[in-house]
């Protein structure tokens, strides 16, 4: 590239064509110099620089905003003094025993600002930016119990002026919509999922809590997570209607600093489509509205069980994020750990990438609470340092296309005309050889050889400018070659990552059959196992009941054998008294030796084993055999009676000696 100085300034135009197209502009002074001005049109240059900016990206920070709560009751109570001051509408100060820090920020709210002002600062602007294709993002941040809900959601039952950003934000989605142009065709999506042990739950689809999502990165959607629930909406009521029956299953818990702690990170999503039909732009672009989990220190909170374990987690990924925040402010810092957290990972647009982020840092104002506020005050400064590289998320058609290649043609053609007139201008030369010949004039000679030196110059720069048109021109060709290369690299990569999506989604499918498979083997392994205990216990008492009924046969089976003996015995005397009274029958009426005393003495020993009484007490029955009773019902010592005409002594006898028995 040509450098332009002294009294080659006429061409500057050429200069200027190459300031459009990158390259260095000419000194201040020679752009001011009226003689040389070109004739431009600016509507062409305005429209050109309109439709190219679109498409390049530029950097902004992250904006951060701080505000002060209101003193609580329990801090009122408790007469704690202020150690947060403002300054001014962007300072802070905060004093500690020894010393105060001071902290500058893009806006100060005092603990007297409303909802409104809030908006009208912070939310304003970023729904402005959303309409105009940019991807935006809102953050509250602090200490629980500082105000972050109170500044994203506000106050659900109480007057409109409670209403936090995200009602306000979604009011007046639709007033945009209804305020824009009649040729642009409006799409709005919702969705509201929370982090909650670094599980994600989404919150409109709270049927589906036992499901683990995956989050998932592609170049149609940026980095997102694989099938969350949206909510199509057109209506103000619609959205309202579907953001506070999410908001109600949001996990909540008391701890000792607030009795309505959020033990989640909340994340409400607005995707924004805008297709327009004339010239058939495409603009999609998201907002991220985030309500954090207050950090805490489980001493002052009083967490315990699982408020306790909540509280880990939500430190955890905290944490997460100021590594994440202070690697992006680290130039030496080569890798962001985005991946750690899930929190991280969802907002990896929005901390460094292609997003305008907006951070409200909230703050309590008292003594109390001073290393908390200290702690969240550097967190919002280092935050403050994060560049991001934001660009309009549009799609331009094929006739937007041939646009911006008709404009490139007309701007050259212009500046052609330009440098044409340029030419056109005095030669320096001329007026050269017109000077008169006086005493302080130049020589003839001189002024020959200056000419002479001057027209190879002008051949030379002439030369030179088509050279470079001729570059420029071959620079524009291949720009296009190469856009329209990445378009169609960006196409077949498209359609990879659709296929690879597919084959992820089957084989999600394929996993979840699996896990069925496997639900239903662990429910038939219990259905087995608790079968199996059940013939064990059938076992054992069959077994019970087999060894009783042995026991039960064995003592039948001896009382059996005990009856037995006693009736033979009962047999055999009964053999023996029949033999006897076949003796005494015998005997002769009259005999000396035998006479009726003797008889008495003779059968005054015998006595039948058991009384007669007793063996006719109780009847046979089945139950009387059973080993509970301890009685047997079946008598067999059946005995005989006795004949008559017996002596009566005799009798008598018998009968006392079963009496006795």
């Known amino acids: 590239m040509r450098s332009v100085s002294g009294p080659q300034s006429p061409k500057t135009p050429q200069t200027k064509r190459n300031v459009l197209l990158g390259g260095a502009g000419p000194p201040p002074a020679q752009r001011a110099s009226p003689s040389i001005r070109p004739k431009t049109s600016p509507t062409v240059k305005g429209a050109l620089r309109r439709n190219l900016d679109a498409s390049f990206s530029n950097s902004s920070n992250i904006l951060v905003f701080c505000r002060l709560r209101p003193f609580s009751s329990a801090e009122e109570v408790g007469q704690a003094s202020v150690s947060v001051h403002n300054i001014d509408d962007k300072t802070v100060t905060v004093d500690e025993k020894e010393s105060s820090t001071t902290f500058k920020y893009d806006h100060v709210f005092l603990s007297d600002a409303n909802q409104e002002t809030v908006y009208n600062v912070v939310g304003k602007k970023t729904l402005e930016d959303l309409f105009q294709g940019f991807n935006g993002t809102i953050l509250a941040y602090g200490q629980t119990g500082a105000g972050k809900s109170h500044t994203m959601f506000g106050e659900m039952k109480g007057a409109r002026t409670g209403l936090g950003l995200i009602p306000r934000i979604a009011e007046n989605i639709f007033k945009h919509i209804a305020a824009g142009s009649s040729d642009v065709q409006y799409t709005v999506g919702v969705s509201l999922m929370e982090i909650y042990k670094e599980h994600i739950v989404d919150l409109l689809h709270p049927q589906s809590k036992a499901r683990e999502y995956l989050i998932q990165q592609d170049p149609a959607n940026g980095v997102h997570v694989k099938g969350l629930s949206h909510a199509f909406v057109a209506t103000p009521e ?10 109600q299953l949001r996990k909540k818990g008391a701890t000792a600093l607030n009795a309505e702690s959020s033990r989640s990170h909340a994340i409400f999503q607005v995707t924004l489509t805008q297709n327009n039909t004339v010239d058939g732009e495409l603009k999609k672009s998201n907002l991220f509205l985030v309500d954090l989990a207050g950090s805490e220190k489980f001493d002052r909170s009083g967490s315990q069980g699982n408020t306790l374990e909540e509280a880990k987690k939500i430190n955890q990924s905290l944490s997460t994020l100021g ?43 008292a003594s109390t609470s001073t290393s908390e506020s200290m702690s969240t005050l550097r967190f919002g400064t280092r935050a403050k340092n994060i560049r991001n590289s934001v660009h309009v998320n549009s799609e331009l058609s094929m006739e937007q296309l041939k646009i911006r290649v008709s404009l490139l043609e007309r701007l050259n053609q212009e500046l052609e005309l330009e440098l044409k007139e340029v030419k056109k201008q005095p030669n320096p030369s001329h007026d050269l ?3 008169d010949n006086t005493p302080g004039a130049f020589n003839a000679k001189e002024i020959t050889h200056t000419v002479s030196g001057l027209v ?3 051949e030379e720069l002439k030369r030179k400018d088509a050279k470079i048109m001729q570059l420029e021109q071959e620079l524009l060709e291949l720009k296009m070659n190469n856009l329209k290369i990445e378009h169609s690299e960006d196409l077949k990569l498209f359609k990879l990552e659709s296929a690879l999506h597919q084959i992820n989604d089957k084989l999600k499918d394929v996993e979840l059959m699996n896990e069925n498979l496997r639900r239903h083997l662990i429910i038939s392994e219990k ?38 003996s006693k009736l033979d015995a009962q047999r055999f005397r009964e053999t023996s008294r029949r033999a006897g009274n076949l003796a005494y029958d015998s005997l002769p009426s009259t005999t000396e ?3 009726e005393d003797d008889i008495i003495v003779q059968y005054a020993d015998w006595k039948p084993i058991t009384p007669v009484k007793d063996l006719l007490r109780e009847p046979v029955t089945t139950s009387n055999l059973s080993p509970a009773s301890p009685k047997v019902g079946l008598n067999l010592r059946i005995v005989k009676p006795l004949r008559g005409g017996r002596p009566a002594r005799f009798e008598d006898t018998e009968n006392q000696g079963l009496e006795d028995e």
Request: net charge positive.
């Open 238 to 247: 619609e959205m309202d209607l579907i953001f506070w029956q999410g908001y």
């Open 323 to 365: 590594l994440v925040i202070n690697s992006l402010t680290d130039p030496k810092c080569a890798y962001v750990p985005y991946r750690d957290s899930k929190l991280t990972r969802i907002l990896q647009e929005s901390l460094g990438g292609n997003s305008r982020t907006t951070l409200i840092v909230n703050v309590s104002p």
């Open 433 to 435: 050889t017109s000077i």
């Open 456 to 458: 190879p110059s002008s």
């Open 527 to 564: 259905i087995i196992k608790h079968r199996d205990e059940k013939i064990k216990k059938l076992c054992s008492v069959v077994n019970d009941q087999q060894m009783q009924v042995n026991q039960e046969s064995a003592h039948f089976e001896s009382k059996l054998r005990v009856l037995k």
């Open 593 to 595: 030796t035998s006479t």
